[in-house]
């Protein structure tokens, strides 16, 4: 019986296989980091270029369309309550019948910056199930700086 010793793989080939792995972990740990900071920054930068941007709409109904069904006429009211010119996106209202309840929608796109404590008045035709009254309107801002 002779005693030869088994041996596995040499010993710097394993080395290296671990510093392989540990390279791709550290690696896909980096990336993984600079994907989270970019989207920190990212978030930061608009925040802080939609600072000093508010505003706050109202909706006018002037009448049925002539012909239309279900078509209202609108004036919708944009006052730009911030203290920076600007302007948002899109204003939407939900229409209200007498008895306060939803009957319609309607949206406007505003083309020219508002500036700071200013009202635009922008036309729009809106859908409606029944003849509404008044209407509720939220603003959103998504333009950058």
């Known amino acids: 019986m002779s005693s030869t010793p088994t041996t596995g793989p040499p010993a710097a080939s394993t080395d290296r296989h671990r510093q392989g792995d540990r390279r791709g972990l550290i690696g896909l740990v980096v990336m993984v980091v600079a994907i989270l900071a970019f989207t920190a920054v990212s978030i930061a930068i608009e925040l802080a270029s939609n600072r000093g941007k508010s505003f706050r709409g109202s909706v006018e109904v002037l009448g049925v369309v002539t012909g239309a069904d279900n078509e209202v006429r609108l004036r919708f009211h ?14 939407e209202a939900i229409l209200y019948d007498i008895k306060g309840e939803r009957v319609g929608v309607a949206e406007v796109r505003l083309r020219q910056p508002i500036a700071p404590g200013e009202t635009q008045d922008e036309p729009a035709i809106g859908t409606a199930a029944s003849p509404p009254v008044n209407g509720r309107v939220h603003c959103r801002g998504l333009e950058p700086g």
């Open 78 to 91: 944009i006052t730009n309550t911030g203290n920076r010119s600007g302007r948002p996106d899109k204003c």
